[in-house]
């Protein structure tokens, strides 16, 4: 074991287990703790910045912003966050896509990505994978590339790897 397997272990141990949450039944995963250590953050960062090489960071609306600027900052790159409708002011893409209990969508804000940029795809939580499913296919329809999808927690059980077929995904942590 080296000093990041430790890091990302004590990382772990600051993620939160909160029953019934949205809705009686769901067991939610919280990462707060865990981005408000700084040393549970700069093990997290460090990990996911060295998934893939990369140009640019995407983080995805809204836990993925925070990790994904930080991510961007610890590297060198510069980040953009995907929004949720009606958030930009001038959008070059969108993309519709389907959840577990509804539909979503995710707008690329215009003038961010050039065409062959290697893209780091972070997100918080990987769950069924229409989030991030969505983010890379609205990265690709910029014609950029998506070097990885990189995020800090998959929950296993949900099996959103399935729903992201050929996709170069990334995670840290796994329950």
Do not use: H, W
Request: aromatic letters at 4%.
């Amino acid at each position: 074991m080296d000093e990041t397997d430790g890091a990302l272990r004590e990382a772990a141990a600051l993620v939160r287990e909160v029953p019934d949450f949205p809705e009686p039944g769901v067991l939610f995963r919280d990462i707060g703790p865990m981005l408000a250590s700084g040393p549970a953050l700069g093990a997290v960062v460090s990990a996911l910045g060295r998934s893939a090489e990369f140009d640019v960071v995407a983080g995805v609306e809204a836990r993925g912003f925070l990790v994904g600027a930080a991510v961007a900052q610890a590297f060198g790159t510069g980040v953009i966050g995907l929004r949720k409708p009606g958030k930009l002011p001038a959008v070059a893409d969108r993309i519709d896509y389907a959840l577990e209990y509804g539909t979503a969508a995710l707008e690329l804000p215009a003038d961010t990505l050039r065409a062959g940029q290697r893209v780091l795809v972070v997100d918080d939580v990987l769950a069924t994978g229409g989030t991030l499913g969505a983010a890379c296919s609205l990265v690709r329809q910029s014609g950029a590339e998506v070097a990885a999808a990189a995020v800090v927690l998959e929950l296993t059980a949900l099996r959103g790897r399935r729903n992201l077929p050929g996709e170069p995904v990334e995670a840290l942590l796994q329950v």
